[in-house]
């Protein structure tokens, strides 16, 4: 119960932050940047060097964990993946997190797939809640000057990762 408390009180403070700069209409790195609930996401994208991939025209869509979903991970999973030996390894998980194009929640659809920027598909279940292949969305349509953030719950992993 307590969990699911800080849980609905992170997903408040996130949605809070993220419309108090909303009207700026940052690019996606600035808005997780400037949320302050993606810092292991943002250390991740730097650390794979797709910032400036991010930081570019996109459009794109991003589906990105918090902090508390990269904590959930196997202890030691985010300091392996952050080495520059695992850098291609790191690149495959991020990428899987980013659409080509804006795709606001209205556009999703029951039992859908989407073409990742990794080259595998995630799955969109509405079944209960919006969830993208194992991970919810608490936060939909946080709109950039580049695309839009999805905030989910939890880190999903390409096909053979």
């Known amino acids: 119960m307590l969990r699911k408390t800080l849980f609905a009180l992170t997903a408040a403070t996130a949605l809070a932050g993220t ?32 910032v400036d991939t991010l930081k570019g025209d996109g459009p794109f869509t991003v589906f990105a964990p918090t902090d508390e979903a990269f904590a959930a991970l196997p202890e030691g ?23 080509a194009g804006k795709v606001m929640s209205t556009d999703l659809t029951d039992d859908m797939t989407a073409a990742t920027v990794n080259g595998s598909d995630i799955m ?16 939909a349509d946080i709109e950039t000057s580049n695309g839009v953030i999805h905030v989910i719950d939890a880190v999903i992993l390409p096909p053979q990762s």
């Open 124 to 139: 969109i279940d509405l079944d209960d809640g919006v969830k993208v292949n194992e991970a919810s969305v608490v936060t």
């Open 77 to 99: 999973t985010v300091e392996n993946l952050l080495k520059p030996e695992n850098k291609d390894q790191l690149v495959a998980i991020l990428t899987y997190h980013v659409v």
């Open 19 to 50: 419309a108090a700069f909303a009207g700026a209409k940052k690019d996606i790195v600035d808005t997780a940047v400037n949320a302050g609930t993606f810092e292991t996401l943002v250390a991740a994208v730097s650390a794979a060097e797709l």
